[in-house]
């Protein structure tokens, strides 16, 4: 699962991917396998539980990393809108350390804008995929909804985005 880069670190409530508050991955993963957005996140800390997440990660076989090494943000904000890439990073180098891996998922425009450059392929519409051959790897490309909440699409339809994924991807029977 890919996504663009994380916000400045004042907004950071854990040292993991997804570690804004503001954004619904965690509760998007927790309503979709848990049946509560909140499973993951510890409110009287006001954070998000790393370890759990890290656990559930493992277990469900996600794996989780940016589409950049490098990135200049151009205003002072998350927005993924004034991001300009700098170094994307080597997806050849990363499927190299996952060699089982199939299925590339983008989180948001720039994430899939990034990865398409890198891949070569046509953009996926939102909530499907496109099959891809990348160094004699076939990957199926799915292209999510952003998970921030920037992005206006309520938290229950972008679950159901995630759902459809995992329901086709085998992670949910």
């Not at 589409?67 to 499927?95: C, G, H, Q, Y």
């Not at 450059?117 to 519409?125: E, K, V, Y």
Request: positive net charge; proline residues 5%; contains cysteine.
């Amino acid at each position: 699962m890919l996504g663009s880069f994380p916000p400045s670190r004042e907004r950071w409530s854990m040292e993991f991917f997804y570690p804004n508050r503001q954004n619904d991955m965690w509760r998007i993963m927790g309503l979709i396998f848990y049946g509560d957005k909140d499973h993951f996140y510890i409110a009287e800390q006001n954070r998000f539980d790393k370890g759990s997440i890290e656990s559930f990660c493992r277990d469900k076989g996600i794996a989780l990393y940016d589409t950049a090494r490098e990135v200049r943000r151009l205003k002072d904000n998350a927005s993924d809108k004034f991001l300009e890439v700098v170094t994307p990073t080597d997806i050849s180098a990363l499927l190299k350390r996952i060699p089982h891996c199939h299925v590339i998922i983008t989180t948001g425009q720039k994430a899939t804008d990034t990865l398409v450059a890198r891949l070569g392929c046509d953009q996926p519409a939102i909530g499907s995929f496109t099959q891809v051959v990348y160094e004699g790897r076939e990957l199926h490309f799915w292209r999510m909804p952003s998970t921030s909440r920037a992005y206006p699409l309520a938290l229950e339809r972008k679950a159901e985005y995630y759902r459809k994924l995992f329901i086709e991807e085998g992670i949910i029977p």
